[in-house]
């Protein structure tokens, strides 16, 4: 059984590989580091190498969305990193997601495990239906992104911590939540539009958090993510 500190994935939102492998070592106590589209461009696989040597886990945020055998191919190159989480686009479309997996099917590792972006946590009613002339309620337009890649053998999706409970209920216990948009009650909010604290995501269904900056900017990080463990097990202050 994971521990709180297997759910929570800080990213390293930080622009080179020497900055990353700093807050790598100043955060030994992290078993979890997403790298992002920022970094992999800024150093190839270097600091997925770093993250393996020191017997890390990855979740690599490429968010892939083009047509099906780009998709596929893209997936085929990632495998040789060995990640354990790979984001695509459930927007690329079915035929793309089950590109996809029958990649990861071939390579015999069950590596990594797929997830399909639902919604950005950045994207907020209006922006869905006035920018991106999608006609249905965000949190309807975000399970059908779910059921989606569930249907075309996705293992989870990352979605905002407002629509676990429900995508929980509709894909199932197998189906991963991966969940940004958490803040503590004593962070800043943020450019997150549809956020929770980390004890009620765990609670609606999320089996892992993406936590930055309430940790990586605190005064004391290590502290933070201290402070944050205690109250996903309840030892914090409740809710």
């Given amino acids: 059984m994971e521990s709180p500190s297997d759910k929570i994935i800080v ?32 150093t190839g696989g270097e600091v997925l190498e770093f993250l393996k040597d020191e017997g890390k886990k990855i979740f690599l945020d490429l968010k892939f969305h083009d047509i099906p055998n780009t998709v596929k191919n893209a997936t085929k190159s990632v495998l040789k990193y ?41 994207i907020s009613s209006r922006q869905l239906a006035f920018d991106l002339k999608v006609p249905i309620e965000l949190p309807e337009y975000a399970l059908n992104n779910a059921l989606l890649a569930k249907e075309s053998g996705m293992d989870g999706a990352v979605c905002s911590p407002q629509e676990a409970a429900k995508l929980k209920e509709v894909c199932g216990d197998d189906f991963i939540l991966v969940c940004p948009g958490v803040r503590p009650e004593w962070a800043v909010k943020g450019d997150q539009e549809r956020i929770m604290t980390p004890a009620r995501a765990i609670a609606s269904g999320a089996n892992y958090l993406v936590i930055g900056r309430p940790i990586t900017q605190a005064e004391n990080p290590s502290e933070a993510w201290a402070k944050i463990i205690q109250e996903i097990e309840g030892k914090g202050n409740r809710e």
Avoid: C, M, Y
């Avoid at 492998?21 to 979890?32: K, Y």
């Avoid at 989480?85 to 071939?106: D, S």
């Fill in 11 to 42: 990213p390293l939102d930080v622009p080179d590989a020497q900055s990353a492998i700093a807050l790598i070592r100043s955060l030994p106590e992290v078993n979890f580091w997403k790298v992002g589209l920022e970094l992999f461009v800024a």
């Fill in 82 to 122: 060995d990640v354990d989480l790979l984001t695509i686009h459930a927007t690329a479309g079915r035929e793309a997601l089950k590109a996809a997996k029958e990649i990861v099917l071939e390579g015999g590792q069950g590596r990594p495990k797929l997830l399909a972006i639902t919604v950005l946590t950045s």
